[in-house]
């Protein structure tokens, strides 16, 4: 009885970790500055003038709000755009592109930013 006891939670332990694909969360002023942060990107896109400054503000929101997952992601990527006009390699550098994806992916993910009109 005892053996098969310990295979039945060997079993449901197998079974938890392979129907681990929980979506990830983040907190609701997160998902408020990701959907903010598209929005803006979006109005520069459409009128063809893009405001730095006005994207700082914005991802700084993001990096403050960012959740312990990403923080450090969240923090390269406000670096990097502040630090853009006087370094325009930083556009081409992987590690940049790689933090700049991975808080994107998260907005998506957990927020739903480029699902549907707002994230939160």
């Not at 390269?76 to 502040?82: C, E, N």
């Not at 853009?84 to 940049?96: A, Q, R, T």
């Amino acid at each position: 009885m005892r053996r098969g006891g310990v295979i039945l939670l060997l079993v449901v332990m197998v079974l938890g970790a392979c129907s681990g694909s929980a979506k990830p969360t983040a907190s609701k002023a997160f998902c408020r500055a990701a959907d903010n942060y598209d929005n803006e990107i979006t109005r520069q896109q459409k009128k063809g003038k893009i405001d730095v400054d006005r994207q700082i503000d914005l991802v700084a929101e993001l990096a403050r709000t960012a959740p312990k997952s990403i923080q450090a992601d969240a923090d390269i990527f406000l670096d990097s755009l502040q630090r853009v006009g006087d370094d325009p390699s930083l556009k081409d550098d992987p590690d940049v592109r790689e933090a700049v994806d991975n808080v994107n992916r998260l907005a998506n993910q957990a927020c739903g930013v480029y699902d549907r009109k707002s994230g939160i």
